[in-house]
């Protein structure tokens, strides 16, 4: 059964960091291009970041320099590594991939 798992949010001061995990179960995300996006309940879901097969990765400008997105020598987990916290971080980040989308993790940045 194809899963994607996310993991590691919470509440965080502005100014702070977060690493997210995506976990995958009944694939390896090394055979497939990944992406984390994040949705607030006002606004549509914001693309993020993409890790290619070839791990060539490219990031949206509202996080570029601040978000980096990497993939464990396994294949089976996803991170997202984000530093340089603001309020308006907040958002369900979610992982995705052709197979499909997590579940979500709830990111707080308040002081």
């Known amino acids: 059964q194809v899963q994607l798992v996310e993991s590691g949010g919470g509440l965080v001061q502005p100014g702070g960091s977060l690493r997210l995990s995506c976990a995958a179960s009944?694939?390896?995300?090394?055979?497939?291009?990944t992406r984390w996006y994040r949705q607030t309940p006002d606004s549509q879901r914001e693309w993020l970041a993409v890790?290619?097969?070839?791990?060539?990765?490219n990031y949206a400008d509202s996080v570029k320099g601040r978000f980096t997105i990497s993939r464990d020598n396994t294949g089976n987990t996803v991170y997202l590594q984000m530093d340089s916290l603001k309020p308006e971080d907040t958002a369900v980040y979610y992982c995705?991939?052709?197979?499909?989308w997590g579940r979500g993790t709830q990111v707080t940045v308040s002081s």
């Open positions: 995705q991939c052709p197979l499909g």
């Open positions: 009944g694939f390896t995300f090394s055979s497939t291009t």
């Open positions: 890790i290619t097969t070839g791990g060539s990765t």
